[in-house]
């Protein structure tokens, strides 16, 4: 046997065997580490774009609650959180020339179908500025009358208040109140209802919460 082929003979017996565990083991390493750092790089070149539209459609959703003419910050940007009666309430502050204008609440309440999420515009005065319905499972073609693209019903709060209506005028018309009901699914727009009532409520009772703390005569 020549040198050539002795030195061939050492290095096959030296080196690893395509199908050994360790061979398998390092090329399924290395498989996913490039993975790995495809993944970070396509995070890292998608991350900023995906906040910002992220932003833009937050942005676009309160603005169909508070209008434009009563604020001039950032509302996405305004985010604020409280524990208030011992439960955690999520709201937009807006503000006009520096001065708090009112808030955009979200708050969640139970529907026929499940859980109704709401985003609420109150004015610093107290009044309803917007409704709209986030997200719900309510009956397609009765409950969900409820969206602004179904119906213009959620348009009824606009411009209401603890001041312009009695207690008894926040319930549907079937109980005696001030609000429409829908044929064959009364319990949907009763728990909207009920859900901006109560949302009323809470601001007037922690008013100097949502709207922060401000100096004597503002």
């Not at 061939?8 to 580490?33: D, V, Y």
């Not at 955690?88 to 529907?111: C, D, E, K, M, N």
């Not at 969900?144 to 213009?152: F, H, K, M, V």
């Amino acid at each position: 046997m020549n040198a050539a082929a002795m030195v061939s003979r050492g290095l096959t017996l030296l080196l690893p065997k395509r199908e050994s565990p360790l061979t398998q083991a390092f090329l399924l390493g290395a498989f996913t580490l490039i993975v790995c750092l495809l993944v970070a790089g396509c995070w890292w070149l998608t991350h900023g774009q995906i906040i910002q539209r992220e932003k833009e459609d937050t942005q676009s959703m309160l603005s169909q609650v508070f209008p434009a003419a009563g604020y001039d910050n950032a509302l996405a940007d305004a985010e604020q959180s409280l524990i208030m009666g011992g439960q955690s309430v999520h709201f937009y502050r807006a503000s006009l020339q520096g001065r708090p204008s009112g808030i955009i609440l979200t708050s969640v309440t139970q529907g026929y179908g499940g859980p109704i999420e709401l985003l609420t515009g109150i004015a610093a005065d107290g009044t309803i500025t917007g409704v709209r319905v986030i997200s719900h499972k309510e009956t397609p073609g009765l409950g969900d009358a409820i969206e602004l693209g179904r119906s213009p019903w959620i348009l009824s709060f606009n411009g209401k208040s603890l001041a312009n209506l009695t207690e008894q005028q926040w319930h549907v018309k079937k109980d005696g109140g001030q609000f429409d009901a829908f044929t064959g699914a009364t319990i949907t727009p009763r728990a909207v209802v009920k859900g901006v009532h109560e949302n009323l409520l809470q601001y007037r009772q922690y008013r100097a919460q949502f709207l922060g703390k401000q100096e004597p005569g503002q």
